[in-house]
């Protein structure tokens, strides 16, 4: 009998490492996951156009607007929604100017357009709510503003549905609402 509870016992300190292991991971993905505002609320000007088709404001045609413009002076901090790992950072002729793109892991990646200024480098790994650059107006922009993108599994997803983490009930909804109802884009 001895020998049984010896054996029962190191069963159950296998299924403890187990379900550590486990909780470790769990907490590593809900990390991975974008769940903030990359500009914060104090600083928020507006949500000047949401995720959705809209007539460009330079090409004046109808296209898919694959992100969130955040209106915010230059200069206003822009911070990391989740956990992951720098894939680019700085100039780039595709319309974003300064910006930064993150691999959050577990299919999620993040793109922050129109910097004034990138903090960020290439490689850097970056935790949740950590400045990686500033507002500002550079590439295809017709204002200081944070274009902001979401990317699940290769598919630009609307960011709007990322922000649990800093927002009430009743901010999420005022969000929501202005996202809907802007479509005046900065890009």
Request: glycine letters at 10%.
């Amino acid at each position: 009998q001895l020998n049984n509870l010896s054996v029962r016992s190191a069963f159950q300190d296998k299924s403890y490492v187990e379900v550590g292991t486990m909780v470790k991971n769990k907490e590593k993905l809900l990390r991975a996951i974008p769940a903030i505002q990359p500009v914060s609320n104090k600083n928020l000007n507006r949500i000047a156009s949401g995720y959705g088709y809209r007539i460009d404001p330079l090409y004046k045609d109808y296209r898919l607007h694959a992100g969130l413009d955040f209106t915010a002076p230059s200069g206003t901090p822009i911070y990391a929604t989740a956990d992951g790992v720098v894939q680019a950072a700085g100039f780039n002729s595709d319309g974003y100017g300064n910006k930064v793109v993150i691999n959050h892991g577990y299919g999620y990646q993040t793109l922050y357009g129109h910097m004034v200024r990138v903090k960020a480098k290439v490689g850097q790994t970056v935790k949740r709510g950590e400045v990686i650059g500033y507002i500002g107006s550079t590439g295809k922009s017709t204002g200081p503003h944070c274009h902001y993108e979401v990317i699940k599994r290769g598919a630009k997803v609307d960011p709007v549905y990322y922000f649990y983490n800093d927002l009430t009930p009743a901010q999420f909804d005022r969000i929501l609402k202005a996202a809907a109802a802007n479509k005046q884009s900065l890009d």
